[in-house]
């Protein structure tokens, strides 16, 4: 099973995109689903995360800007990102964390920022 992210691209700053992360099989059991991105160069930090049961969690950045969703019975998650800024413009990773076993990561989306 792979997970592909999908939804980056060029934006200005103060617009908006919604990247999505899709299993392209069955994961059993996603516990929690989750965001991180990367700058080229830096460490690779968590966005958002939200558990089965519908909890949320945001980095301060992401706070009042982006909003995660998830969908266990599709294994697919959302990140939709608004009041976009240059500082976010990095390479967004997805991670689905089952019950048990190994967790999932996509290959990343690019997220430009720029004007």
């Known amino acids: 099973v792979q997970l592909q992210a999908s939804g980056g691209g060029l934006v200005q700053p103060g617009g908006s995109l919604t990247l999505s992360c899709t299993a392209s099989?069955?994961?059993?059991?996603?516990?929690?689903m989750r965001w991180y991105r990367q700058i080229l160069g830096k460490p690779r930090d968590l966005v958002a995360s939200i558990s089965r049961g519908g909890l949320t969690h945001y980095a301060d950045s992401a706070k009042g800007r982006f909003i995660i969703s998830g969908d266990n019975a599709k294994d697919t998650a959302y990140l939709r990102m608004s009041n976009l800024k240059p500082e976010d413009t990095a390479i967004y990773y997805c991670?689905?964390?089952?019950?048990?076993?190994?967790?999932?990561w996509g290959e990343g989306t690019q997220v430009t920022v720029s004007s």
């Open positions: 991670n689905f964390q089952p019950r048990v076993g190994q967790d999932y």
């Open positions: 099989g069955t994961i059993f059991s996603v516990e929690t």
